[in-house]
């Protein structure tokens, strides 16, 4: 499955409040990502978070399309909630209020991937 990591550049000691922001995430009630027909794009089968001083660092296993997944979490309660909390706290403000900016933040954010392996799931 592939992955996709995004990042934020988080104000210098602030990691222990980042991390409150994070408890209690509402997951989406699906990990079904419906595409712009209304079928299946994809799945968000895990995502991690993880922070070491001012960079903090979203990682996201799914399948299908990166694209549609994007658009998924944009629409999702629980991912505004923490962009919304977690505004305060970043060094270089995100627009994420509407479905385009968070896109355009998400493709900004993207790291590149360098490789990726797993072991086959059967």
């Given amino acids: 499955m592939p992955y996709a990591a995004i990042t934020y550049d988080i104000k210098g000691g602030h990691e222990d409040e980042v991390v409150e922001v994070f408890n209690g995430f509402q997951r989406p009630k699906s990990s ?3 595409g712009g027909d209304g079928e299946a794009a ?3 089968l895990a995502t991690a978070v993880f922070i070491r001083d ?7 296993e799914y399948e299908g399309d990166l694209e ?3 658009r998924f979490m944009a629409g999702q309660p629980g991912v505004r909630e923490v962009e919304k909390k977690l505004a ?18 998400f493709r900004a954010s993207l ?5 990726q392996f797993a072991v086959p799931r059967g």
Avoid at 54 to 60: A, E, G, K, N, P
Avoid at 111 to 115: E, G, I, M, P, Q
């Fill in 32 to 34: 079904f990502v419906p």
């Fill in 42 to 44: 994809g799945r968000i």
């Fill in 54 to 60: 001012s960079t903090l660092v979203r990682f996201i």
């Fill in 68 to 70: 549609a997944v994007a």
């Fill in 88 to 105: 305060p706290y970043l060094n270089n403000p995100r627009d994420t209020s509407t479905e385009e900016g968070f896109l355009r933040t």
């Fill in 111 to 115: 790291l590149r991937s360098v490789a």
